[in-house]
Protein backbone atom coordinates (compact mmCIF):
# COMPACT_ATOMS: atom_id res chain seq x y z
CA UNK A 1 0.00 0.00 0.00
CA UNK A 2 1.60 3.35 -1.02
CA UNK A 3 1.21 6.52 0.28
CA UNK A 4 0.61 6.05 3.88
CA UNK A 5 3.13 6.69 6.55
CA UNK A 6 5.73 4.62 7.72
CA UNK A 7 4.37 2.49 11.11
CA UNK A 8 5.08 3.07 14.17
CA UNK A 9 5.67 0.24 16.83
CA UNK A 10 1.86 -0.34 18.33
CA UNK A 11 1.25 0.22 21.81
CA UNK A 12 0.41 -2.80 24.45
CA UNK A 13 -2.41 -3.19 22.78
CA UNK A 14 -2.15 -4.09 19.18
CA UNK A 15 -5.65 -4.94 18.11
CA UNK A 16 -6.24 -1.05 19.37
CA UNK A 17 -2.87 -0.11 17.09
CA UNK A 18 -4.71 -1.11 13.68
CA UNK A 19 -7.91 -0.16 14.94
CA UNK A 20 -6.30 3.85 15.09
CA UNK A 21 -4.29 3.10 12.27
CA UNK A 22 -7.34 2.08 9.95
CA UNK A 23 -9.19 4.90 11.00
CA UNK A 24 -6.87 7.56 10.82
CA UNK A 25 -6.53 6.45 7.05
CA UNK A 26 -10.02 6.45 6.45
CA UNK A 27 -10.26 9.85 7.61
CA UNK A 28 -7.38 11.07 5.71
CA UNK A 29 -8.68 9.80 2.26
CA UNK A 30 -5.74 7.46 1.97
CA UNK A 31 -8.79 4.73 1.92
CA UNK A 32 -12.21 5.58 0.20
CA UNK A 33 -15.71 3.94 1.14
CA UNK A 34 -15.46 0.54 -0.61
CA UNK A 35 -11.68 0.08 -0.71
CA UNK A 36 -10.80 -3.38 0.34
CA UNK A 37 -9.01 -4.10 3.52
CA UNK A 38 -7.09 -7.05 3.13
CA UNK A 39 -5.44 -8.60 6.26
CA UNK A 40 -2.18 -9.80 4.75
CA UNK A 41 -1.76 -6.39 3.72
CA UNK A 42 -2.65 -4.55 6.99
CA UNK A 43 -0.95 -7.14 8.79
CA UNK A 44 2.25 -6.36 7.11
CA UNK A 45 2.01 -2.43 6.82
CA UNK A 46 1.89 -2.49 10.36
CA UNK A 47 3.63 -4.35 11.42
CA UNK A 48 1.59 -6.86 13.63
CA UNK A 49 0.11 -10.58 12.99
CA UNK A 50 -3.29 -11.44 11.08
CA UNK A 51 -4.94 -11.99 14.66
CA UNK A 52 -4.93 -8.44 15.26
CA UNK A 53 -6.01 -7.39 12.55
CA UNK A 54 -8.78 -9.50 12.11
CA UNK A 55 -9.82 -8.41 15.68
CA UNK A 56 -10.19 -4.92 14.68
CA UNK A 57 -12.02 -5.55 11.72
CA UNK A 58 -14.57 -7.33 13.88
CA UNK A 59 -14.51 -3.90 16.09
CA UNK A 60 -14.73 -1.91 12.98
CA UNK A 61 -17.71 -3.68 11.60
CA UNK A 62 -19.58 -3.37 14.71
CA UNK A 63 -18.75 0.41 15.15
CA UNK A 64 -20.19 0.59 11.22
CA UNK A 65 -16.64 1.86 10.05
CA UNK A 66 -15.69 -1.35 7.80
CA UNK A 67 -18.67 -3.63 6.41
CA UNK A 68 -17.67 -7.55 6.16
CA UNK A 69 -19.49 -9.77 3.62
CA UNK A 70 -18.49 -13.24 2.90
CA UNK A 71 -17.55 -12.43 -0.56
CA UNK A 72 -15.47 -9.53 -0.52
CA UNK A 73 -14.26 -9.64 2.99
CA UNK A 74 -13.56 -6.24 4.62
CA UNK A 75 -14.51 -3.53 2.71
CA UNK A 76 -14.70 0.64 4.38
CA UNK A 77 -18.36 1.42 4.73
CA UNK A 78 -20.02 3.38 2.72
CA UNK A 79 -23.58 4.58 2.81
CA UNK A 80 -26.45 5.28 0.20
CA UNK A 81 -27.42 8.94 0.38
CA UNK A 82 -30.98 7.91 0.76
CA UNK A 83 -30.24 5.92 4.22
CA UNK A 84 -28.26 9.30 5.22
CA UNK A 85 -30.99 11.11 4.70
CA UNK A 86 -32.97 9.01 6.59
CA UNK A 87 -30.46 8.93 9.44
CA UNK A 88 -30.08 12.57 9.63
CA UNK A 89 -34.13 12.97 10.13
CA UNK A 90 -33.98 10.47 12.89
CA UNK A 91 -30.91 12.65 14.28
CA UNK A 92 -33.10 15.62 14.14
CA UNK A 93 -36.01 14.25 16.09
CA UNK A 94 -33.93 13.16 18.64
CA UNK A 95 -31.68 15.67 19.30
CA UNK A 96 -34.81 18.06 18.93
CA UNK A 97 -36.23 16.09 21.78
CA UNK A 98 -33.24 16.51 23.62
CA UNK A 99 -32.90 20.07 22.91
CA UNK A 100 -36.45 20.41 24.72
CA UNK A 101 -35.84 18.16 27.58
CA UNK A 102 -32.36 20.44 28.54
CA UNK A 103 -34.73 23.87 28.17
CA UNK A 104 -37.13 22.36 30.15
CA UNK A 105 -34.98 20.30 32.93
CA UNK A 106 -31.14 21.68 32.83
CA UNK A 107 -29.70 22.61 35.92
CA UNK A 108 -28.03 25.57 35.97
CA UNK A 109 -24.35 24.01 36.09
CA UNK A 110 -24.99 21.67 33.17
CA UNK A 111 -26.23 24.77 31.28
CA UNK A 112 -22.93 26.24 32.29
CA UNK A 113 -21.35 23.27 30.73
CA UNK A 114 -23.04 23.61 27.19
CA UNK A 115 -21.99 27.74 27.45
CA UNK A 116 -18.01 26.36 27.92
CA UNK A 117 -18.56 24.20 25.49
CA UNK A 118 -19.85 26.69 22.78
CA UNK A 119 -17.13 29.14 24.14
CA UNK A 120 -14.27 26.77 23.82
CA UNK A 121 -15.03 25.76 19.63
CA UNK A 122 -15.93 29.46 18.84
CA UNK A 123 -12.40 30.27 20.15
CA UNK A 124 -10.95 27.06 18.72
CA UNK A 125 -12.73 28.79 15.46
CA UNK A 126 -11.10 31.96 15.77
CA UNK A 127 -7.76 30.59 16.12
CA UNK A 128 -7.46 28.62 12.98
CA UNK A 129 -7.57 25.33 14.89
CA UNK A 130 -7.56 21.92 12.82
CA UNK A 131 -11.17 20.71 11.17
CA UNK A 132 -10.56 17.45 13.36
CA UNK A 133 -9.81 19.60 16.87
CA UNK A 134 -13.13 21.54 16.11
CA UNK A 135 -15.11 18.49 15.24
CA UNK A 136 -14.55 17.36 18.39
CA UNK A 137 -15.31 20.20 20.33
CA UNK A 138 -18.50 20.50 18.04
CA UNK A 139 -19.26 17.22 19.29
CA UNK A 140 -18.18 18.26 23.12
CA UNK A 141 -20.83 20.96 22.47
CA UNK A 142 -23.86 18.23 21.28
CA UNK A 143 -23.32 15.79 23.99
CA UNK A 144 -23.31 18.75 26.72
CA UNK A 145 -26.69 19.38 25.38
CA UNK A 146 -27.86 15.86 25.00
CA UNK A 147 -26.33 14.89 28.51
CA UNK A 148 -28.24 17.90 30.38
CA UNK A 149 -31.29 16.13 29.27
CA UNK A 150 -31.38 12.87 29.67
CA UNK A 151 -28.37 9.81 29.78
CA UNK A 152 -30.95 7.53 27.61
CA UNK A 153 -31.02 10.19 25.02
CA UNK A 154 -27.49 11.33 25.01
CA UNK A 155 -26.56 7.45 24.74
CA UNK A 156 -29.08 6.42 21.84
CA UNK A 157 -28.09 10.13 19.96
CA UNK A 158 -24.47 8.85 20.40
CA UNK A 159 -25.44 5.21 18.65
CA UNK A 160 -26.86 7.43 15.74
CA UNK A 161 -23.43 9.47 15.63
CA UNK A 162 -21.82 6.21 15.04
CA UNK A 163 -23.50 5.70 11.79
CA UNK A 164 -22.11 8.36 10.13
CA UNK A 165 -19.07 6.92 8.41
CA UNK A 166 -15.95 7.86 9.89
CA UNK A 167 -14.48 9.73 6.71
CA UNK A 168 -17.56 12.27 6.16
CA UNK A 169 -16.96 13.14 10.11
CA UNK A 170 -14.82 16.03 10.39
CA UNK A 171 -15.30 17.15 6.62
CA UNK A 172 -17.49 20.01 7.24
CA UNK A 173 -15.38 22.28 9.62
CA UNK A 174 -13.20 22.36 6.75
CA UNK A 175 -15.18 25.37 5.35
CA UNK A 176 -15.45 28.77 7.18
CA UNK A 177 -18.79 28.95 6.16
CA UNK A 178 -19.86 26.12 7.33
CA UNK A 179 -17.84 26.69 10.86
CA UNK A 180 -19.60 30.19 11.12
CA UNK A 181 -23.10 28.85 10.35
CA UNK A 182 -22.76 26.18 12.65
CA UNK A 183 -21.33 28.36 15.69
CA UNK A 184 -24.15 30.79 15.13
CA UNK A 185 -26.77 28.25 15.58
CA UNK A 186 -25.29 26.94 18.40
CA UNK A 187 -25.23 30.27 19.97
CA UNK A 188 -28.97 30.15 19.32
CA UNK A 189 -29.49 26.90 20.76
CA UNK A 190 -27.74 27.94 24.24
CA UNK A 191 -29.23 31.20 24.35
CA UNK A 192 -32.83 29.23 23.87
CA UNK A 193 -31.33 26.59 26.50
CA UNK A 194 -30.47 29.50 28.82
CA UNK A 195 -33.88 30.90 28.66
CA UNK A 196 -35.84 28.03 29.00
CA UNK A 197 -37.40 28.03 25.98
CA UNK A 198 -38.03 24.65 25.16
CA UNK A 199 -40.13 25.06 21.55
CA UNK A 200 -37.37 27.03 20.37
CA UNK A 201 -34.50 24.87 21.72
CA UNK A 202 -35.94 22.32 20.06
CA UNK A 203 -36.61 23.61 16.48
CA UNK A 204 -33.07 25.46 16.24
CA UNK A 205 -31.62 21.85 17.25
CA UNK A 206 -33.69 20.22 14.42
CA UNK A 207 -32.81 22.73 11.80
CA UNK A 208 -29.16 22.81 12.74
CA UNK A 209 -29.23 18.99 12.08
CA UNK A 210 -30.88 19.03 8.72
CA UNK A 211 -29.14 21.94 7.85
CA UNK A 212 -25.85 19.67 8.33
CA UNK A 213 -27.65 17.32 6.09
CA UNK A 214 -27.61 19.62 3.77
CA UNK A 215 -24.31 21.25 3.27
CA UNK A 216 -22.85 17.07 3.70
CA UNK A 217 -24.84 15.53 1.13
CA UNK A 218 -23.30 14.80 -2.74
CA UNK A 219 -25.98 17.39 -4.61
CA UNK A 220 -26.03 19.77 -2.51
CA UNK A 221 -24.11 23.44 -3.91
CA UNK A 222 -22.51 23.86 -0.86
CA UNK A 223 -18.91 22.70 -0.22
CA UNK A 224 -18.13 19.89 2.02
Known sequence: MSGYPAATPPP???TKWVIDSILEDIR????????????DELARRL??????????????????????????GATVASMKPSDLNVLYRMRAELESLAA?????????????RIAQAHRALVT????????????DLNRAFHFAVF???SDLVASTIANLWNLIPVNMRQSLW???????????AHEAILQAISEHDAPLAAKLMADHAMDA??????????PD
Open 28 to 39: AGRLLPGATLRV
Open 124 to 135: ATEQGRPARRLS
Open 12 to 14: QSK
Open 174 to 184: HEPANAKAFNE
Open 213 to 222: FTRRRPDSPA
Open 147 to 149: EAS
Open 100 to 112: EIAATDASDEAIR
Open 47 to 72: GVSSTPVREALRHLAAQRAVDITPHR
